[in-house]
């Protein structure tokens, strides 16, 4: 259950950075340079690549996590 929560919060996070991500344009750009740039259609295309890049970082970090937890149960007890 913890490795879909991990996914699913890495998709959401990246598709909305991604969505976001696009208000910055007009800031680094001039409106002659966004003359006839769809910007709804490109904050969507935006979104895609944002979650589609965030799985991949969302099996790294659940990776990362097994492996981890794998690591912790196989170290010994600490004793104070």
């Known amino acids: 259950m913890l490795d879909i929560f991990i996914l699913l919060t890495f998709i959401a996070v990246g598709a909305t950075i991604g969505f ?29 690549f944002g979650a589609f890049l965030s799985l991949g970082i969302g099996f790294a970090a659940q990776v990362t996590c097994r492996r981890l937890e794998k690591r912790l149960k196989h170290s010994p007890p600490l004793y104070c």
């Open 20 to 48: 976001r991500g696009v208000d910055l344009l007009p800031d680094l750009l001039t409106p002659k340079e966004l003359a006839g740039v769809n910007l709804e259609g490109l904050r969507w295309v935006v979104m895609g």
